[in-house]
């Protein structure tokens, strides 16, 4: 078991922080078909989307490792989990999307945070 701190470059460039509205609504290019044979397709009316200018991400890493000899043979199992320190890279809010004449909203975010497992074999001679 082990516990780090890391940092990544983030790879964005800049902040965008933007609102698109419709009365009408932005089309998402999806079509579908009721059972009584009604068509309707996907619309938003209000999206706000902000994505943010971290130059770096910084995470506390938690790690949880085992392994086990067999003779030369040796096999190896490690999970890490990364929790994001700051804001999430990117939010999504749809705050009205209709879809068969009914109002919905949603929102979405991608938060930085990251998991991984590493498996590995080792043969020593």
């Known amino acids: 078991m082990s516990f780090g ?9 800049g ?15 999806y079509t579908s078909r ?7 397709e996907l619309l938003a009316h209000d999206i706000h989307y902000q994505i943010n200018d971290h130059k770096m991400l910084y995470h506390m890493r938690p790690e949880v490792g085992l392994y086990k000899n067999f003779g030369q043979h040796k096999v190896l199992a490690s999970l890490l989990y990364a929790f994001n320190l700051r804001q999430p890279l990117i939010k999504i809010d749809y705050s009205s999307i209709s879809y068969f ?23 020593s001679f």
């Open 34 to 40: 009721n059972a009584s044979g009604e068509v309707s």
């Open 15 to 29: 902040s965008n922080d933007f609102e698109l509205e419709s009365e009408e609504g932005i089309q998402f290019g």
């Open 101 to 123: 004449k009914e109002f919905y909203s949603a929102q979405y975010q991608l938060s930085g945070s990251f998991a991984s497992l590493k498996l590995g074999y080792e043969y």
């Open 5 to 13: 701190l890391g940092a990544i470059r983030s790879g964005f460039e």
